[in-house]
């Protein structure tokens, strides 16, 4: 407990930054609920503007790797601007970036903040099952029983004493190889079993666009087991052109060029999207839900 | 930290232009056509069928925080509660993001408000359920269970708990709409759901459904931008083609080499 309330021993300005994130947060915060409510929005707007552009430029400028040759070529004026923007830089960063970590930094502690509204809505949903004795309200107490539990080992094994302690860590290993892993592999392991019923509905035979897909996954499928390689091994690499028809070959051909052509089509088509939404939403051009109403 | 080179700048620029030019050309009043895109057509069946069998709606935004994303799939989210909130229908909201989660009931309060019902947000409907992915997938399930939903929507940024959730919407007998950019787990979706979305389509659902100008041009300049990238990739091609004889195409193909 001493470790955690007191100065780090590994690092001492650790305990002092964590209370000044969290104090700053805290106020920043407060601060913003004065916002007259007329000036929400122009200052959501604004503070969205300077932000894009902070990262839009960070990204467009070129770093000191090919800044430096292109600026010492030009002569003195050329040096000074070096000297002004780029001197004590690594390669790979601007003016801009030294500031990256720190704005990225600021930006978690502020989400931290609504973890908080998080829980609240949790211990509320939960919580009103119990008192109300809703339908299934057991479930409601494992939520509680689960939060303490974990918060509890998960400090105690983490602080102070515990830290060398076999009890808690013991515990600690019990909540989380024991019960949270084995949860989480459950839940996963499902998904085989959710496969194969979802494929088994999507290669039904309905149309000539299913039929195509069943065909091919069938192909790649067949193209990935031994029993697969087995039945077209009789094909020999000297027959030249027949040698592709080998399902391992097929397989490969599906996967990595139809296929692969495929997606990069719909990335490509995503990633111009995405640049449009991000370019609308900087610009405070979004229409529609959110970026509509009076902040 | 990555950096634009010569020809990312080129091209950002030029697809930024189109965009912005069609964007202002749409607020100018000129009349944009859109086409029809089945999965989002299908929202208003998906509402529909569940006011006809007197259940809830399920509305998933995925497991990712507050991007871009998340933001689009706001927006979706918006749109069907306005429709459900007309026919005084139940939305359920599983986040598992805790700052989507505080907007999302800002976005659904308002929604609800704007259809003239404030008196149907329910804030616990809107639900922050875990940060953990299979915890969220778990309590998920066990919600389109317990509720017996009747439609479920997946709009966001979705991994191994896609086919998890739509699979439970498959068994539940909820109709389902479903549409993500995580190419991953597409094919999950459009085996296991009744409809899906699929790449660009995402985005393009807040302009299909507002029919907004502002949104509708920044589509047109959006197809004027993948008109871009496929004379580049012609480009590409014949320059990997030629570039043994003629010099012209190792020109070009040094031009878009990456990293240089």
Known sequence: ?295 | MSHATLPVLVFEGVIVFFILWKILSARRGRELYIRRIPGLSAIDEAVGRATEMGRPIFYSPGIQGLDIVGLQSLSILSHIIKLAAKFRTRVMVALADAVLYTIAQDVAREAYAREGAPELYEQDDIKFLSDQQFAYASASIGLMSRERVASCFYFGSFFAEALILAETGHHVGAIQVAGTPQITQLPFFIAACDYCIIGDEYYAGSAYLSKEPTLLGSLVGQDLGKLVIIAALIAGVIGVSISPWVPAGSIVLEWFKVGK
């Open chain 1, 1 to 295: 407990m001493a470790s955690f309330w007191g100065p780090h021993t590994d690092n001492p300005e650790k305990t002092l930054f964590i209370l000044g994130a969290l104090v700053t947060g805290a106020l920043f915060i407060f601060a913003l609920t004065f916002v007259p409510r007329r000036a929400r929005k122009p200052l959501i707007a604004v503070v969205t503007f300077i932000g894009g552009l902070y990262f839009s430029l960070e990204f467009l400028i070129a770093p000191r790797s090919s800044a430096e040759p292109f600026l010492l070529s030009k002569g003195a004026f050329g040096k000074k601007v070096f000297e002004l923007l780029y001197a004590g830089l690594d390669p790979d960063q601007n003016f801009l970036s030294p500031y990256m970590q720190g704005l990225t930094n600021a930006w978690q502690v502020i989400a931290g903040f609504t973890f908080a509204l998080g829980l609240t809505n949790l211990v509320h949903i939960h919580g009103k099952n119990i008192l109300q004795a809703r339908k299934n309200w057991g479930f409601s107490v494992f939520f509680f029983i689960g939060v303490i539990v974990m918060a509890v080992i998960g400090f105690f094994q983490r602080f102070g004493a515990g830290q060398k302690s076999p009890v808690w860590q013991g515990l600690w290993r019990i909540a989380t190889d024991g019960w949270l892993f084995s949860l989480d592999a459950a839940m996963f392991s499902l998904i085989a079993f959710f496969i194969i019923s979802a494929a088994y509905r999507a290669f039904r035979i309905r149309s000539v666009e299913a039929t195509i897909m069943m065909g091919a996954a069938f192909l790649v499928m067949l193209g990935q087991v031994p029993v697969g390689i087995w039945l077209t091994s009789w094909i020999q690499p000297e027959w030249g052109f027949l040698y592709n028809l080998r399902l391992e070959n097929i397989s490969q051909w599906i996967l990595w060029k139809p296929n692969a052509a495929a997606q990069r089509g719909i990335e490509f088509g995503i990633a111009v999207g995405a640049l449009a939404m991000g370019l609308r939403i900087w610009l405070s051009l979004e229409r529609g839900s959110y970026f509509e109403k009076e902040v």
